[in-house]
Each structure stands twice: as C-alpha cells, then as structure tokens.
C-alpha cells in the first residue's frame, strides 16, 4: 500500500510541476513578475501532499498584464473573488496580488513583491519557507483556514525549524508560530 501511495504522489507531484512550468512559461515570456504559493509548492519544503490548486502571487504592478492574459490562461472563479480555473492545466487555483492581505484584506498581513519574497527553484519562482509559514499563519488566523495551521506543523517538523525561527515575524503570527511549534514538539514525542 506504501509503494502505491508514493507512487501516486510522484504522478500527482509532476504533474503539479508540469501546470506550474506551463504557467511559468507563459508569465516569464510577458514578463509578468510572479511566484507560486501556497499547497502547491509545499513538496519543495519537504512536505508531500495533494493540493487543490495551483496558487501565484503577482506582482501589484503586472496586474493589468496579467488581467490581459485571462482566456489564455484562466476562467475566473464565478463564486470566488480571488479564484480561478486554469485552462491548462485544467485545475482550479488562486491568485494573489501584492497588497492583498493573507487570510482578509483588512488584519491580514499584505501580500509583498514576489521578487522580493521568492527563491528560483529548478527555474520556477517559489515563496521563501519563512513567508511561506508567515503567510499561512495569518491566513490561518485571519481567514480561518485552519488546515494552514497543520501544514505550519508539518513545515516545522520536516524542516527542523527552531522556535526562534519566526522571531521576525509580526507579534500576533510569532505567537501563533510558537503555538504551532510546542504543537509539532508534542507530536514528535507521543
């Protein structure tokens, strides 16, 4: 059963990579500034799991480029402000712009410049671990996405994150970082 669930994650994790090296190609070619977030990007931090989208933040000043490329791209969500339907991959996902806060737009931390907030990975644009945790944390906080915490969890154990490791953090997300941190403790020793 081991061998069937890895394989499965291998399948499910290249063709993740597959959808997001297609969308990279065509936002690199607009010189769309960009990066990838959320779920989909957790297996590059040692955490393997299935997503339900592929997520990008853009940058506030590529907005109107991006917004042009929309029917070669994506469909908007009809439901969901921020979501939208790639057309290929055909997969749902969400995406963010710079300024828009991580959870809601008003106590959530904001969303900064991809450039500024990225590492290349294998030529695709990544959040950076530490905004990574950031972002989920005040998006666990501020838009009750409580499954962001137990990923947080997971990001900590796999990565041996120390407990001073969100000390640059805002208050509100160090304090909830240390929560999640004497959590992933607790379950490392049961």
């Known amino acids: 059963m081991k061998k069937i669930k890895s394989e499965f994650m291998n399948v499910f994790i290249q063709d993740i990579s597959s959808g997001m ?12 500034k960009f990066c990838f977030i959320g779920g989909c990007i957790l297996f590059k931090y040692n955490y393997r799991v299935t997503t339900d989208g592929i997520d990008i ?21 009809p439901t969901r402000s921020k979501s939208v339907n790639w057309t290929d991959p055909a997969i749902e996902g969400r995406v963010l712009f710079e300024g828009d806060g991580a959870g809601n737009d008003t106590e959530g931390i904001k969303y900064i410049n991809p450039d500024s907030v990225m590492i290349e990975d294998a030529g695709i644009p990544v ?17 009750e996405r409580f499954k962001d915490f ?17 000390n640059s953090f805002r208050e509100d997300l160090k304090n909830k ?3 999640l941190w004497h959590n992933a ?4 020793d049961s």
């Open 21 to 32: 090296k297609q969308i990279a190609g065509v936002l690199k070619a607009n010189r769309i």
């Open 177 to 179: 970082y240390i929560e």
């Open 150 to 166: 137990a990923d947080v969890i997971e990001l900590i154990k796999r990565n041996n994150l120390s407990k001073k490791y969100a």
């Open 127 to 143: 959040l950076k671990l530490e905004k990574l945790i950031e972002y989920k944390i005040s998006s666990g906080i501020y838009g």
């Open 185 to 188: 403790g607790e379950q490392i």
């Open 57 to 77: 933040l853009i940058a506030k000043k590529d907005r109107g480029k991006f917004e042009k490329l929309m029917h070669v791209l994506y469909e908007p969500f």
